[in-house]
């Protein structure tokens, strides 16, 4: 879990979570209890992970970049990969209209590119341990 990845990265092997990152062991756990929902929260989502993956402090950097495979790789497994589990309004044109994912995100391949692109965007960073981590992480969602 979150908590004893945190305890590990910050190299005290103890169950308590580092004062750092309790926030992102906690914002972690509530992205992961609300997968069913993670179209509308990505953005989210990745702006805070992007903060702390670009973090000055590599060990912050590090859990960041676990957290975002972790996420990146349960948010793809958790999207719906037959037509038929897709919302009905996307493939019957006579179901009334609900404002639901077809005007957010369209397909799910369409989120999954988001997803991946937020890696493209980490790749930027200026610290060459990240930029490593990054190609690690989707190595590792690949």
């Not at 006579?94 to 988001?114: I, L, V, Y």
Request: net charge positive; charged share 25%; hydrophobic share 35%.
């Amino acid at each position: 879990d979150y908590a004893s990845s945190a305890a590990l990265v910050a190299g005290g092997g103890r169950r308590r979570v580092p004062k750092r990152l309790f926030a992102l062991v906690n914002l972690m756990k509530t992205i992961e209890l609300n997968l069913f929902r993670i179209d509308r929260l990505w953005d989210t989502a990745i702006s805070h992970i992007n903060c702390v993956i670009n973090h000055k402090n590599p060990t912050i950097r590090q859990f960041g970049l676990e957290c975002l495979t972790r996420i990146t790789i349960r948010s793809v497994r958790s999207l719906p990969q037959e037509p038929d589990d897709l919302n009905p309004q996307i493939h019957n044109p006579d179901a009334p209209e609900t404002g639901d994912r077809k005007d957010r995100n369209g397909s799910p391949p369409e989120f999954q590119r988001q997803i991946l692109g937020s890696f493209c965007d980490l790749y930027r960073s200026k610290y060459a341990n990240t930029r490593e981590g990054i190609v690690h992480g989707l190595y590792t969602i690949l």
